[in-house]
């Protein structure tokens, strides 16, 4: 029998001595009894994370939460009414019709939802201040409720239906915990039932490979359920079984789920997923390695720094004031308020942030001391900047996380840290973002690796354009209520800014569920040298004969945008959105054309012929090189979010929308479009930027090459869709390149193979060039003098990284 934790570990833990005594035939029942402390000691550890420590349940904001908790745990006490096929009358778990089809997938969910109302009623009974406090009738309910579910759905020897998460995770998760908060109020025989019917439906073959269902933040999660279920009922083998089968999800993959190299995470083959499944990893591995340090069972895996690498170098760039990114959270922006929550708790970008915020506060307990003080002081100023959402102020978020956020809130010793700043560019899952003093964005694109979105389980059904080029942007002190304020359900998703579009009319999850449609494309990704960076997107429609060519040269105060070999024949109007700004439900910001104030009257539209540049108060400014014809549009919409989830809340939310957005025609071919966006700022810096007709050289803006040069940043940037000339640069091939002139008289160039095809490449600067610093090992050939040619050799394998090479000036 395998001895997880030494005699003295356990005494240590529980403060305990004693005298062992060396009796003969004593020997097994001794280590039978150290075991049997070890599983304990690991039962109140679990009990402790998932209640959280540290905090008084009289201060606030805790006081106010636990007598919410208990106030719900007594509404689903009071309503419980066990009966043929539920616990619930509201929850009906039983499938007349048992499969796999989306009514089964509804019918299952009522098993997890029925799990979570008796683990709420358990945390009621075991905390202090819900004022059920050790309620024995609120414990006979609770076991009166695992013993129905065990008798009526979740039994060995069932048979699921719908969908597997349920059975697998939703459920054991839910039911596992509820044991351990009330294990010393169940008898042996109902233990062994409940970890029977988890075995059952979770077997060991679950996790035999790494592959469908059991990857990265589902294997995870099932790792989870493993841990807990040896827990509960004190399985050294389901112990060990859960901590081997996190070993896989550690080491960076090349394809499919999981953690990339350059910081991409991807789940369900297909969808750019940190926000969401990427959270549920995050947050599992940390509860797991809390759970198991320091026993017999301790996750010694030496790729676990993998991930600890991955919070830095994955998550952080996507956090930003606190909130993560909607562009890496697949199909849950679109879960903002469901159907029958009575205390309209919404998730948005700033709730999932927080959960993670508190996520890595828990994995810093098992990183070194630097990592781990380092985070705090990332995670304590992301807080102190989350102005719109805070953190302790989220009705959403648990105890447990709350205390841990609240702890770095209060701890002196932490010194937040400000927000990184540059770009990161990451080609296993076309995201890109950019970061600045004042601002950030992110953009969002789809290929043949990455779809244009996802849809399923009757979630995100009009997420269609969010892969065409969106381009998501905050600042440090206004605009974070943008995606938050009831964005989704409320926009016209025909006007996502940034995204060049068909309006050809699309039906609800068109393209299939899962990330089913992708484009046909190769050209997806961009070059860096992490302060500047140009980033290209070859776009074709989803269900369209859309095409069309989408740069973005991210610099210091702004983000240049073209679009060039623009075409279509669906007959549908094609348009490419500026910006889509939403105002809130009474917003009346400014919208300044060229100088002149335009009218705050709603609805308003205007064609605004030869605009130069446009600014909207509270945001701020447009400027469109070489003047250009601009479509202007207030108007107030209405939407549910129903309208884009099926469990969604029915009731009707209006928003009002400033749109900016050029208008292609209905049969486009070769259309373009060029303009900055300036975050934060004023209308007199917009107009002196317009004004400014020499800040911006536009190079090229066609179907066969795009670029722009800065002079006063010595940038240059040219996304090559086919080899040719963009001014001083030539490339034999398709490419992305970007150069940086340095005060220092060196120059960093940076160029990569989005497509991931080149096996040769030269690449020619016109300029003088007296030698090469420094170079990979793709560049197999260097020549200087009056110019600067480079030979690359094979870029296919680079997975479309920058390739970085410094040179001195002539």
């Not at 159907?339 to 070194?368: C, E, K, P, Y």
């Not at 995606?483 to 359900?489: I, K, L, N």
């Not at 049969?667 to 002196?688: C, F, I, R, V």
Request: with cysteine.
């Amino acid at each position: 029998m395998m001895t997880p934790w030494t005699r003295r570990d356990v005494l240590r833990a529980t403060g305990c001595t004693a005298l062992v005594l060396a009796v003969p035939g004593q020997a097994y029942a001794a280590e039978t009894a150290e075991t049997a402390d070890a599983y304990d000691t690991l039962r109140t550890i679990w009990r402790d994370l998932i209640l959280g420590t540290g905090f008084s349940p009289t201060a606030e904001p805790f006081r106010t939460k636990l007598a919410e908790l208990g106030t719900a745990a007594a509404g689903w006490r009071d309503s419980m009414a066990p009966a043929n096929g539920s616990l619930w009358p509201d929850l009906v778990f039983a499938d007349p019709e048992p499969d796999t089809d989306q009514e089964s997938f509804g019918y299952s969910a009522k098993i997890v939802d029925s799990y979570s109302r008796l683990r709420t009623m358990a945390e009621a009974y075991v905390r202090q201040g819900t004022g059920l406090t050790g309620n024995s009738a609120l414990a006979a309910d609770v076991l009166t409720g695992l013993d129905h579910l065990y008798a009526q759905v979740y039994y060995e020897n069932r048979t699921r239906y719908g969908n597997w998460w349920s059975w697998q995770i939703g459920a054991p998760q839910l039911l596992l915990d509820t044991c351990v908060l009330m294990y010393d109020q169940l008898s042996a025989t109902q233990i062994a039932g409940y970890c029977a019917a988890v075995d059952h439906f979770l077997p060991d073959s679950a996790v035999a490979s790494y592959t469908g269902t059991s990857t990265g933040a589902n294997r995870v999660d099932l790792c989870r359920v493993l841990a807990v279920r040896g827990v509960v009922g004190k399985s050294s083998a389901k112990l060990t079984l859960a901590r081997n089968a996190l070993s896989p999800v550690f080491p960076y993959v090349t394809s499919g789920d999981g953690l990339y190299a350059d910081g991409s995470f991807i789940q369900h083959t297909y969808v750019p997923y940190t926000g969401s499944y990427g959270a549920v990893m995050l947050g599992g591995i940390g509860m797991l390695m809390a759970l198991l340090s320091g026993s017999g069972w301790a996750v010694t895996d030496p790729n676990r720094q993998i991930v600890l690498d991955a919070v830095e170098g994955a998550w952080a760039p996507f956090l930003y004031n606190g909130l993560m990114m909607d562009g890496v959270s697949g199909r849950a922006p679109s879960r903002g308020l469901q159907a029958g929550d009575s205390r309209q708790i919404q998730q948005d970008d700033h709730t999932r942030g927080h959960g993670i915020l508190a996520a890595i506060v828990l994995l810093g307990q098992g990183a070194s001391s630097t990592e781990n003080a380092r985070w705090r002081g990332l995670v304590k100023g992301w807080m102190q900047r989350g102005y719109y959402s805070p953190a302790t102020s989220d009705a959403s978020l648990g105890l447990a996380p709350l205390a841990r956020l609240t702890a770095v809130q209060n701890d002196t010793s932490v010194t937040a840290i400000a927000e990184p700043t540059g770009p990161r560019l990451f080609a296993a899952m076309d995201r890109a973002t950019h970061r600045r003093p004042g601002w950030a964005a992110s953009i969002s694109m789809a290929s043949k690796r990455i779809t244009y979105y996802e849809t399923g389980n009757g979630e995100n059904l009009r997420g269609w354009h969010t892969g065409n080029g969106m381009l998501y942007w905050w600042g440090d002190t206004y605009g974070n209520g943008q995606y938050s304020d009831a964005f989704w359900p409320t926009v016209d998703p025909y006007r996502l800014p940034g995204i060049t579009v068909s309006r050809k009319p699309l039906a609800d999850a068109a393209g299939g569920d899962w990330g089913a449609s992708r484009p046909d494309v190769n050209w997806v990704g961009g070059a860096t040298d992490g302060r500047h960076a140009a980033v290209g997107q070859y776009l074709k429609g989803l269900s369209s004969t859309l095409v069309a060519k989408k740069s973005w040269f991210c610099l210091d105060d702004t983000i240049v945008c073209l679009g060039a070999g623009i075409g279509c024949t669906d007959g549908a109007a094609v348009e490419t959105i500026v910006d889509n700004r939403n105002l809130g439900a009474a917003g009346n910001h400014t919208l300044t054309v060229d100088g002149t104030v335009q009218p705050a009257t709603l609805p308003w539209s205007a064609t605004l012929t030869a605009t130069d540049w446009a600014h909207i108060s509270g945001f701020g400014g447009y400027v469109l090189p070489g003047g250009a014809t601009l479509k202007a549009l207030r108007e107030q919409r209405t939407g549910r979010w129903s309208d884009i989830n099926k469990g969604g809340s029915t009731t009707a939310v209006s928003r009002r929308y400033l749109t900016l957005y050029v208008d292609h025609g209905t049969a486009p071919a070769d259309a373009t479009y060029g303009y900055q966006l300036m975050p934060g700022a004023s209308t007199a810096q917009t107009a002196a930027r317009a004004a400014d007709t020499g800040w911006l050289r536009i190079l090229a803006n066609t179907d066969d090459q795009q670029g722009v040069r800065v002079d006063s940043l010595g940038f240059t940037g040219v996304n090559f869709w086919f080899g040719g000339t963009a001014g001083d640069l030539v490339a034999s091939a398709p490419c992305a390149v970007m150069i940086r002139e340095q005060s220092d008289g060196t120059a960093v160039i940076c160029v990569s193979d989005p497509m991931r095809m080149q096996t040769s490449l030269t690449l020619t600067w016109n300029r003088a060039v007296a030698s090469v610093i420094s170079k990979p090992g793709t560049v197999t050939g260097a020549t200087t003098g009056s110019s600067l040619k480079l030979t690359f050799g094979d870029l296919s394998g680079t997975s479309g990284a920058s390739q970085k090479i410094t040179v001195r000036l002539g």
